[in-house]
């Protein structure tokens, strides 16, 4: 992946909450065409890293670029409106509407299709992609956990993203509903779209992302294949802590 142009260039981004340093100096840079993936212990600061990206926080220090466009301190839907859409942990719907009308409200809102038929159109091939046609006339609201994860993910493709921010994609899902969604993914990078995903499930990260990057305690401590992390001793200290006695 490293002969693809730089898509995302996270440059020594820093995050303090008071007296609370969040994410310390992280640089990153995501290329485009593949799967990165951000992991790390709970409390890494993954999560504020893709709220720095996407714009929902501001910056404390350091600088985020698409490409050649400066993201830092532009707000979140402005970063949206030029190509990088996201998805939150618990994933955020309009629980009283239908499946389709949530996917229907994203559709407009990206100001991209004007015309009804086309309108339609859109969210019966994005309904269609994320598998939930049958579901389409449910309440948001009433649907299962993993079927709302796949939800919240269709109206982040609704936007027809560049670069797509997944915040635990597999979540709440069983084996069969993570390989699915695994797959979904490899597809969604097929179609051109760049994805950066925060995700707890070692075994799906290993097995669907092209590079991953390691956090702990708000900074970088580890990037690279697979199977680079998967050897990593700095990554099985962060995870497991460290044996003094070893």
């Known amino acids: 992946m490293t002969n693809k142009p730089v898509l995302l260039r996270v440059d020594s981004i820093a995050k303090r ?39 929902r926080f501001p910056v404390s220090s350091g600088t ?11 707000r979140p839907d402005r970063i949206a409106a030029l190509g990088v859409a996201r998805t939150f942990q ?5 629980p009283q509407l239908t499946v389709a009308e949530n996917i229907e409200t ?15 159109e859109r969210v ?30 269709g109206i ?5 993203p560049r670069l797509l921010l997944l915040d635990e994609p ?9 390989s699915d969604a695994a797959q979904m993914l490899r597809d969604i990078r097929e179609t051109g779209v760049t994805v950066l995903l925060v995700e707890h499930d070692m075994p799906a990260v290993m097995g669907v992302c092209d590079r991953i990057v390691v956090l702990d305690q708000g900074r970088k401590i580890a990037e690279g ?6 050897g990593d001793r700095r990554v099985i200290e962060a995870y497991l802590g460290v044996d003094e006695d070893a």
């Not at 994203?106 to 015309?115: E, P, Q, R, T, Y």
Request: no cysteine; aromatic share 6%; glycine share 12%.
């Open 90 to 94: 618990g994933t955020r719907l309009f």
């Open 17 to 55: 909450f008071g007296g609370v340093q969040a994410v310390a100096d992280v640089s990153l840079q995501v290329h485009a065409g593949e799967i990165l993936g951000l992991i790390g212990p709970n409390g890494a600061g993954k999560t504020t890293t893709f709220n720095l990206i996407s714009g």
């Open 225 to 230: 294949s697979p199977a680079d992390i998967r």
């Open 124 to 153: 019966a091939q994005v309904l269609d992609f994320i598998g939930l046609e049958a579901h389409a006339a449910s309440i948001a609201g009433s649907l299962a956990y993993a079927h709302r994860s796949l939800l919240g993910l």
């Open 170 to 178: 597999f979540a709440g899902m069983n084996p069969r509903e993570t």
């Open 156 to 160: 982040a493709l609704a936007l027809r």
């Open 64 to 74: 985020v670029w698409l490409e050649d466009i400066r993201l830092t301190g532009l």
């Open 106 to 120: 994203a559709v407009i809102a990206s100001a991209k299709l004007a015309v009804q038929e086309h309108l339609r």
